[in-house]
């Protein structure tokens, strides 16, 4: 949300229609694995950049390649990355910040990217998870979820590997109540998260026990 002086906007999720003149009402998320999820901490919005129509130069490095691009101010960094770097890899399940499907890393943070502005990743470093893979290899989450069978039609599996890797970053070796609770900003409507939580500890390198 704009601080007053214009010079942030929160990284929460908005909830209502983006207002034309002052771009997205925010409503802040307090519970941890939604600031995992979502994020809340302000992020500087550049001087340069307004929420109006004129076209503002970013430079932002996307799973390893930097890209130097010209942006709207108001477009969402979830469209930059579908529509402008092809990386479809990372879906839109809401639009509306609630289902965390489209969670990326923006320096080392996830964030819900359908919340976040291009031109607040300027200068940054995001992650999405076609940028987890090393070598050939699957990331161990990756693998988890693929040996665990943890995923359905499987919209939501990017997000959810995403805000994974965010809490084993942090907690590597949570039970299973933590998991649970650190991907409560990611909705399934498949899999009734058994599997999800069990690919999770397997990554973690524990096995569940329920
Ligand atoms: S598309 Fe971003 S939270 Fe649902
Ligand atoms: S696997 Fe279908 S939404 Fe999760």
Known sequence: MCDGNGLTLNKCLPRHSPDPEHGPRVTPITSAAAVRSGGCRPVPIPSHGSLGGHMTRISVKVDGTTYEDEVEPR????????DRLGLTGTP??????????????LDGETV???SVLAVQADSGEVTTVQGLAR??????????????????CGYCTPG???AARDLLREN?????????EALE??????????????????????EATT
């Not at 477009?75 to 579908?82: D, K, S, V």
């Not at 399940?93 to 289902?99: I, M, V, W």
């Not at 590597?172 to 649970?180: K, T």
């Open 160 to 162: 959810m590997i995403m």
């Open 92 to 105: 839109i399940g809401c639009d509306t910040s609630n289902c965390g499907a489209c969670t990326v890393d």
């Open 135 to 152: 070598d050939g290899e699957w990331h161990p989450l990756q693998k988890a979820f693929h040996e665990r069978h943890a995923l359905q």
């Open 112 to 114: 819900k990217s359908c």
């Open 185 to 206: 900003g990611n909705l399934c409507r498949c899999t009734g998260y058994q599997n999800i939580v069990r690919a999770v500890l397997a990554a973690s390198g524990q």
């Open 172 to 180: 590597p070796a949570p039970d299973p109540q933590e998991v649970r």
């Open 75 to 82: 477009l969402l960094l979830i469209h930059y990355l579908r």
